[in-house]
Nanobody, 127 residues
Framework: QGDLVESGGGSVEPGGSLKLSCTTREYIFNSCGMGWYRQAPGKERELVSTIKKDGKIVYADSVKGRFTISRDNAKKTLYLQMNSLKTEDTAVYYC?????????????????????WGEGTQVTVSS
């Protein structure tokens, strides 16, 4: 296993829910930020949601109002609650982290530049 371990993927019908988890080491969890990406078959990897160390959260337009990102500091775990799932949400979901110096974190404050990745967990939404 790597430093970012995802779990919670699976198969669900449209309209259903899943909750993804990503557990990691303390120094990664306390880095600039963490987030979720996804890659559907034949498509490029895309950002789903990120949460910076200062609590700033970003969502892709396609998941706003349906997905919620959160952190459990005690468990060093990142979550992605996915509700009202659609067939187009089918993809491999990756946990990612920005692990940089404080100066680089500040320079990257307005963007998201992960350099640590999990192996991914499959989410399939179909009837």
């Amino acid at each position: 296993q790597g430093d970012l371990v995802e779990s919670g993927g699976g198969s669900v019908e449209p309209g259903g829910s899943l909750k993804l988890s990503c557990t990691t080491r303390e120094y990664i969890f306390n880095s600039c930020g963490m987030g979720w990406y996804r890659q559907a078959p034949g498509k490029e990897r895309e950002l789903v949601s990120t949460i910076k160390k200062d609590g700033k959260i970003v969502y892709a337009d396609s998941v706003k109002g349906r997905f919620t990102i959160s952190r459990d500091n005690a468990k060093k775990t990142l979550y992605l609650q996915m509700n009202s799932l659609k067939t187009e949400d089918t993809a491999v979901y990756y946990c990612a982290a920005e692990v940089y110096s404080m100066a680089t974190c500040a320079r990257y404050a307005d963007g998201y530049y992960p350099n640590n990745w999990g192996e991914g967990t499959q989410v399939t939404v179909s009837s």
